[in-house]
């Protein structure tokens, strides 16, 4: 969740979004037509917003498509401010931790995606984006043949056991818990250790009808009810396999073992990384990943403000370096995309995040309140406040360009038109609203960006009437106090990104009854009968059905219920050096595309 | 130090066994807010083997004349005017090199407050030896031995121990005789001592100035004696010389100044002086006022904004005229020597006695 | 002196344990702690309590400190391996040993406070002496007004200016980074350059103010004039006399600005994006990260109660009046 909290508290990348997985287009921009730009990349991402295939076999065997113009050799540098929170797989739910997963570990299924950005799920150690029965509730993986760690062990089944079962250990508890709880079945989601307390290391394993491994190249998961989505999951980062045999529990997290086109070579925690070539890494088992340079050099602790500097000033070794998640600084975006030789440097796109302002409804109680405050607020300002069209664009609704089933035209309070908020109307529904109730306690992050975002609604509130209380926090602590279920606040801004292209790891963690707990992102507190239907529904439905259900609620929600106000779309704008081929943005990671980088000479 | 204009005014006595003879010196600071003029034509002689005392408030310029005449004024920031002759030898217009040769050699002095006018950084020995080793090209373990000598001579018991102590391990007493041994390291011809010691208390006070006479029967030296304390003068002086806002407005012997006094300004002096046999319940007479400005300073006699007689001069010559002061037993005032006299003798003669 | 060194080494323990207690209990304090922050997305309950636990913060708050305080001078053994004494703890935030990585942070510290050290004392108290002695000149006047300018700048406002000049408008020199001394000289000399110049430049211009104010207080001391009565040459009352009385405040000023600078220069770190103490302490403090917080702050409060030490001894030798006392 919450690219806010990446810009403004760098450090706490623990908290960001976990590997986002979104649905973009636009690789490259022609530099400095921005609001053309915009419509361009809303137009594209609208056409692409469908869900997801999942590939068959042929599709998912090496060796990946060649990067046209691509050649071998080379070290690129690797920008980063702030040090990886973690290496050991089941750890990672970041975006950086996550972006460096791509180069070093292969999970069972992975995204790969077309020129055109067009997002499917391949196998990755399995043969094939994975095989259901029994009405989707089994799902079946067979594995590749050839797949080696760095080591050259071959990877087996049993590999994969493990991988999911060192993750029921107490060790393991920044990443995610998708496939643990849906393992756990419903009645034991919420405890799902207790299922495997030992996580595989005593000797006792998951029962073979939840997990089973009947041959070497099997790997079988028993579910309790329908899990579509299952392919896309299996997908992130998190799932990773850890060979069984190089498990080295609480100390993997600082030395892991690679099963992708690179490997650790040295590692310095938050100083310096350095990558080489996995030898045993199999290009004609991997449909996806490219070896084209010799390694990376990452350079940790180096700011956005000196990446943007450097980058720009090409100088020697710059020519070959990248950032990593890091984006343009934003008072340096104009210098960037003013200059059309260093704007062909740089790829952007739409991050998967919709910043809301959210209603606490167990406050806000009167709906005219919240529809008259979604009227009123200026978009047009805030985004101002962000970098302008390179730092977001006007959201009409709660769903992302990147998301399935995203609506680029559904707009029922007319932000497109009046980005600058629409003044008349929120006045004529608060007419008849007792003055009490037009005090609103707005809390936001002492960040700049915070100070910024809340002139912008005390602004806008108060030309309707609204009597703005602000309150200031702490912007490292910002996402705990929101989160918590008595906060004493009205108004709150917040974001939050899906995990993977569904709209089920944003309706579901935001809008659910059930999430209604302290630090949940059910910043609303959204208890709704009708939604929690719903998302019951759409969870067991195969994608394209589920599209359906999750518009039905997207549009119950935002006209009935009103949990929050959309403001703005994030997106992502990164430069490269001179020197980097193949430079994409990656729809699925929403950062520079990884697994495909060379060195032009 | 820069310009030296010719003096016109020698009209101080001139004796050829003067051993330093001061004409018409005039000193100035530039400040930010216009030049003060801290000496206005003084002058006055000193002799060999005697005691020339200067007294005057704060701020009447005595301590400068003597910084003068060691050349230690900020160059920067003052003018010298006048000729300052020393043994034959004119001091204005001698180079910082003649100069460093002459001081703590030929002249030495002796500052007023010993626990600021002694550096805390290094030993008492160290401090006096330094001038000795420079201007005899003595070595260090004569300069010792000298040191030493000077210190058994003031009377600082333990000598050899305390040649290696610090200013700070010294009392106040102990300090000022250390001064003075150091002053007189290299024989000094010229002695100027600057309120030696209004920082002690009154038998130390005795114990130095008997040091002093002591040392000046034995040496030789010429003594200018710097004090605001009439009572420490009497004892000392053989001269007097009595100075107001940057002039000399009386002059005469030590004897004849403090029994007949002729200024306005001395008689303000004696009677505003404590004395050991006067009624303790007579109040004692300040002088009305407070020292003028040396910025602005007034017209005429400088004394006269303060003087209760400026009625008994005709016209307005005090306020206009600046009075002479004569050769030999002198005092620069327009009264007539007979309303001196009688004015004594009536209005202040009374009060002393 | 033994025994002054005694008293005050023993004084400084007693701080330190103080300051670690001091920030121990207002870190724990503080409204949210690391746990809450990192939690994240899908923070349930459950996920929280995990969290807690590995980290250990699920422990009584007495017995969190006491493990840290031990583990300075015991050690202490982490599921990740042992960490030996001076044990500062680990990382909540990478997993790494506290005291491992400000040693890895150190020498950038090091070679920043001691490199600018040098160059600010030495270009800083030389021209503020040589403006003091000769005051009023051409060459006075330069220092002063140099200093005055330089003095008003900032490093995050000079630092960048200096980078576009000399690397990357010119490309006259590289990127500012440390290359540690004993692996490549040269390399560290150039790496470290630019920032070292940068932040010495602004310490300079404070030092020479102050070596020349300092200066010509001294001059106008009683006992220099007596220096200068006894017939003592000008070069010689300066240098003997005057200086070592001026020499007090700046060894005052200079020990809380060196002490200041091994405990981190947030400022010079972020201009030149090098790693040194000072993000750490930023890092450590804006992540919640108490082990990172408690090991910075006690080996700063450490170098700031050496350095004090130090200076007081330094005293002792400029002015004979505050020994033995």
């Not at chain 1, 309790?224 to 609480?250: F, H, N, S, W």
């Not at chain 1, 306690?441 to 100070?451: D, H, I, K, P, R």
């Not at chain 2, 000193?27 to 003084?42: H, I, N, Q, R």
Request: proline share 6%; with cysteine; glycine share 8%.
């Amino acid at each position: 969740m919450m690219s806010h909290r990446s810009r403004t508290a760098r450090a706490v990348v623990v908290a960001l979004a976990a590997g986002s997985l979104a649905l973009t287009a636009c690789s490259k921009n022609e530099g400095g037509k921005s609001n053309a730009d915009s419509k361009k990349d809303q137009k594209q991402a609208a056409t692409q917003s469908q869900a997801v295939a999942y590939i068959d076999a042929a599709g998912s065997t090496g060796p990946a498509k060649d990067v046209p113009g691509a050649k071998a050799g080379g070290t690129i540098q690797v920008y980063q401010e702030a040090g990886l929170s973690h290496l050991d797989p089941g750890q990672i739910y970041v975006s950086d931790a996550g972006q460096i997963a791509n180069l070093l570990f292969r999970r069972l299924t992975q995204f790969q995606e077309d020129d055109k950005g067009n997002v499917s799920v391949a196998g990755d150690l399995a043969t094939d984006s994975g095989q259901s029965s029994d009405g989707g509730k089994t799902w079946t993986f067979k594995l590749k043949d050839g797949v080696k760690d760095q080591n050259g062990n071959a990877i087996t089944s049993a590999d994969v056991r493990h991988s999911v079962e060192r993750l029921y250990a107490k060790f393991i508890f920044d990443g995610p818990t998708y496939l643990q709880t849906w393992l756990a079945g419903d009645a034991n989601s919420a405890d799902y250790r207790k299922q495997l307390p030992g996580g595989g290391f005593d000797g006792k394993h998951l029962p073979a009808s939840v997990l089973d491994t009947p041959d070497d190249k099997t790997v079988v998961f028993h579910f309790d009810k329908p899990r579509p989505d299952l392919p896309q999951t299996l997908a992130m980062a998190g799932y990773a396999i850890v060979p069984e045999k190089a498990d080295t529990k609480e100390k993997y997290d600082t030395a892991p073992v690679a099963t992708g086109p690179y490997k650790i070579a040295e590692y310095k925690v938050g100083k310096v990384m350095k990558l080489v070539k996995n030898t045993n890494w199999d290009p004609k088992t991997d449909s996806v990943r490219h070896q084209y340079v010799d390694g990376f050099n990452f350079q940790f602790g180096v700011t956005e403000s000196t990446q943007t500097k450097r980058l720009i000033a090409d100088q020697g070794d710059n020519k070959n370096t990248i950032q990593f998640t890091g984006s343009v600084e934003a008072t340096q975006i104009q210098d960037v995309v003013g200059n059309p030789e260093i704007s062909k440097r740089t790829i952007k796109g739409y991050q998967p995040y919709v910043m809301q302002l959210d209603f606490n409804l167990d406050r806000v109680k009167d709906k005219k309140v919240r529809e008259a405050v979604t009227y009123a607020v200026n978009s047009k300002s805030l985004i101002a406040g962000e970098g302008g069209a390179y730092g977001g664009d006007v959201a009409p609704n709660y769903f992302a360009p990147t998301l399935p089933g995203y609506e680029a035209t559904y707009d029922p309070y007319g932000r497109l038109k009046t980005p600058q908020g629409n003044i008349e109307k929120a006045k004529e529904i608060l007419k008849d609203v007792p003055a009490a109730e037009k005090k609103l306690v707005f809390a936001y992050s002492n960040s700049e960006a915070g100070q910024k975002r809340k002139v912008a609604i005390e602004d806008a509130l108060t030309k309707v009437g609204i009597d703005v209380v602000a309150k200031e926090i702490d912007s490292a602590s910002y996402y705990e106090q929101i989160g918590k279920l008595n906060n004493p606040y009205d108004i709150y801004i917040s974001g939050w990104g899906q995990d993977w292209p569904s709209p089920s790891t944003v309706v579901t963690p935001v809008y659910d009854p059930s999430q209604v707990f302290d630090g949940s992102a059910n910043y609303s507190h959204v208890k709704d009968p009708k939604v929690d239907a719903l998302i019951k529904k759409a969870v067991t439905q195969e994608p394209t059905e589920a599209a359906a259900t999750w518009k039905e609620a997207q549009h119950y929600l935002l006209e009935n219920v009103i949990p929050a106000a959309p403001l703005w779309y994030t997106k992502q704008l990164q430069l490269f050096g001179s020197n980097i081929g193949g430079a994409r943005y990656s729809s699925v990671s929403s950062y520079i595309d990884v697994t495909r980088l060379y060195l032009k000479s | 130090m820069t310009t030296l204009t010719k003096t016109e005014d020698a009209s101080a006595p001139t004796g050829p066994e003067s051993f330093l003879s001061v004409r018409d010196l005039k000193v100035t600071f530039s400040t930010e807010d216009g030049p003060v003029k801290a000496v206005d034509g003084l002058s006055f002689d000193v002799q060999r083997g005697k005691t020339l005392g200067i007294v005057g408030e704060s701020g009447s310029g005595k301590s400068v004349t003597n910084l003068t005449i060691l050349g230690l004024h900020s160059p920067r920031t003052t003018t010298v005017d006048g000729e300052i002759v020393m043994d034959g030898k004119e001091l204005i217009t001698a180079s910082e090199k003649e100069l460093e040769q002459l001081r703590g050699n030929k002249m030495a002095m002796i500052f007023q407050d010993p626990l600021t006018a002694l550096s805390p950084f290094y030993t008492v020995g160290r401090q006096l030896s330094e001038p000795f080793m420079k201007h005899r090209g003595a070595s260090k373990k004569e300069a010792k031995d000298r040191a030493i000598e000077m210190l058994t001579k003031v009377g600082i018991p333990q000598p050899k121990t305390r040649f290696d102590d610090y200013p700070h391990q010294f009392s106040g007493g102990m300090r000022q005789r250390a001064m003075i041994a150091m002053a007189l390291m290299c024989d000094p011809d010229l002695l100027i001592a600057d309120e030696p010691t209004t920082a002690l208390d009154v038998t130390v006070q005795a114990q130095i100035l008997d040091l002093l006479k002591d040392l000046q029967q034995e040496f030789g030296s010429a003594i200018i004696f710097i004090t605001h304390d009439l009572g420490v003068i009497s004892q000392m002086a053989d001269d007097l010389l009595v100075m107001y806002a940057g002039r000399a407005v009386e002059r005469g012997s030590a004897r004849e100044v403090m029994s007949t006094p002729k200024h306005p300004y001395t008689w303000g002096l004696l009677s505003s002086m404590p004395r050991l046999d006067s009624n303790l319940d007579e109040a004692l007479e300040p002088i009305p006022g407070a020292p003028p400005s040396l910025l602005t300073p007034p017209d005429g006699c400088r004394f006269h904004p303060r003087c209760a007689y400026t009625d008994l001069v005709p016209g307005n010559q005090c306020s206009t005229t600046r009075p002479p002061l004569g050769d030999g037993r002198a005092s620069a005032c327009h009264l007539t020597a007979e309303q001196k006299q009688t004015l004594f003798i009536d209005k202040i003669q009374p009060r002393l006695r | 002196m033994l025994q002054f060194i005694i008293r005050r080494t023993l004084g400084a323990v007693v701080t330190l344990f103080l300051i670690g207690a001091a920030t121990f209990f207002l870190f724990v304090a503080a409204p949210s702690d690391y746990a809450s922050l990192a939690c994240g997305k899908d923070c349930s309950p459950q996920r929280l309590a995990d969290i807690r636990e590995a980290l250990g913060l699920n422990l009584p708050v007495a017995q969190q400190f006491w493990d840290f305080m031990t583990g300075i001078f015991m050690g202490r053994d982490f599921p990740t391996g042992h960490c030996s004494a001076p044990c500062l703890g680990q990382s909540f935030y990478s997993g790494e040993m506290v005291w491992s990585t400000i040693m890895d942070r150190f020498p950038l510290t090091l070679t920043l406070t001691v490199g600018g050290s040098i160059v600010f004392l030495v270009v800083g108290i030389g021209a503020g002496m040589l403006a003091a002695f000769r005051r009023g000149s051409f060459v006075d006047k330069f220092a002063t007004g140099a200093s005055m300018v330089l003095s008003s700048f900032q490093i995050y406002f000079l630092g960048p200016i200096v980078l576009v000049i000399l690397v990357y408008s010119t490309g006259l020199m590289e990127d500012p980074k440390y290359v540690p001394l004993t692996q490549d000289p040269v390399g560290w000399f150039v790496g470290m350059s630019i920032p070292v110049c940068v932040m010495a430049t602004i310490f300079t211009a404070q030092y020479t103010r102050m070596a020349r104010s300092s200066m010509i207080e001294q001059l106008a001391e009683e006992h220099v004039r007596t220096a200068r009565a006894k017939g003592m040459s000008k070069k010689y009352v300066f240098f003997r006399y005057a200086w070592r009385g001026s020499l007090i405040p700046i060894v005052t000023v200079f020990g809380i600005d060196f002490s200041a600078m091994l405990g981190g220069a947030v400022v010079t770190e972020l201009t030149f994006s090098l790693q040194g103490i000072g993000r750490l302490a930023v890092n450590g403090a804006t992540t919640k990260d108490l082990p990172l917080t408690m090991g910075v702050m006690l080996v700063g409060a450490f170098f700031i109660l050496i350095v004090n030490i130090l200076t007081d001894i330094a005293y002792a030798f400029i002015d004979p009046r505050v020994r033995l006392s």
